[in-house]
């Protein structure tokens, strides 16, 4: 841990080595998260069992078949990808930015990505997206008859819980700005701010947010959130259905995965294997979970293995580095 206490030595280190230690684990364990997940991703409880009969541990146990063989082992999905869009934006502007967002989500589309969720497909193919990105993304909720609710943005936003972390007007404001780029659907802000509040709180104070505060977060977007949070507290995780087929791409079923984490998970190691192992859109379930847990405990409670198992942790950790830097330049201007 010493090595990151020189970010911004000349700023008197403005962050201190506890919050250090909960954004390099919100970052690396979005990253773990989505990573592991894969193993797991689109079966149901009946295949995880049969082809992790002892339960999913380790990057080296994922099964290469045809939807998972198009991975390097250890590598993330377009969950993390669209997650340092998000920073990378941050970084060249300084501050949150739709526009820039949109720019960089836009590039990354026309790169090479391995993954897409529908929404975002559509809503990057919208003509003038990169202009009008709330337009675009409004008009691509409205053809969908105000259904589409996907879990698209849920999965990127964790990284919004650190910027600005100390004012939490401004990590709301931020959170729903990037959400609708691609997301306009009220539950996918909702779930969004719900989630990054959560980051906010435990690096600003290590406070936890209570039920009653997350449900009046979610009340400002929409009442059904409500009812997701409640089930997210029940020690019985089976009980959300997390590989039911019908659901598991829909925005508030990875929140309540995400809270199940939050509110129930002694350890982020054992937090992140009872998610992957309940199948369902496990990447996107665990992404967000083990952001949530990373700040909770911290990198340094996240095992070895699954740090030095990610295929590009050298580029995370370089992102990691200039990200703390500019949070750590931001809170010293607001503090001196």
């Known amino acids: ?39 797991t991703e689109f079966m149901d409880k009946k295949q995880v069992q049969k082809h992790y009969p002892f339960g999913l541990k380790e990057f080296s146990e994922i099964i290469q078949d ?12 377009d969950d993390t990808d669209q997650a340092l869009c998000i920073i990378d934006s941050i970084l060249i502007d300084g501050k949150v930015n739709e526009l820039s967002f949109a720019d960089q989500l836009y590039k990354w589309f026309n790169g090479t990505p391995l993954g897409i ?17 709330h337009k675009a993304s409004e008009f691509v909720w409205k053809l969908s008859k105000y259904k589409t609710a996907s879990n698209g943005a849920l999965m990127r936003t964790s990284v919004l819980g650190l910027w600005e972390f100390w004012d939490k007007e401004k ?66 995780l089976e009980n959300l259905k997390l590989d039911e087929k019908e ?45 949530i847990l990373g700040t909770k405990y911290g990198y340094n409670s996240i095992p070895l293995k699954y740090i030095d198992g990610l295929y590009y942790k050298d580029e995370l950790e370089e992102k990691t580095k200039k990200y703390i830097n500019a949070i750590n330049i931001s809170y010293a201007n607001i503090t001196n």
């Open 66 to 77: 045809s939807h998972r063989k198009r991975w390097i082992v250890g590598d993330w999905t």
């Open 117 to 133: 969720g529908k929404t975002v497909l559509q809503v990057l193919q919208t003509p003038q997206f990169r202009k009008y990105p």
């Open 247 to 291: 659901t598991i791409g829909f925005t508030l079923k990875a929140l309540s995965a995400g809270l199940w984490t939050y509110f129930n998970s002694v350890s982020f190691e054992e937090g992140l294997l009872k998610i992957i192992n309940e199948g369902g859109d496990a990447d996107t379930n665990a992404a967000i979970a083990c952001s």
């Open 171 to 236: 990590v709301k404001m931020n959170t729903e700005q990037i959400c609708k780029v691609t997301h306009y659907d009220p539950r996918c802000v909702g779930s969004c701010v719900i989630t990054t509040s959560i980051i906010s709180n435990l690096l600003l104070s290590d406070r936890r947010l209570t039920k009653e505060e997350l449900i009046s977060i979610g009340s400002e977007y929409d009442n059904t959130i409500a009812e997701y949070i409640n089930a997210s507290i029940e020690n019985n």
């Open 1 to 39: 841990m010493k090595d990151f206490l020189c970010y911004g030595t000349e700023l008197n280190n403005m962050l201190t080595e506890n919050q250090i230690d909960k954004i390099r684990g919100t970052i690396y364990g979005q990253a773990i998260g989505d990573a592991l997940g894969l193993g």
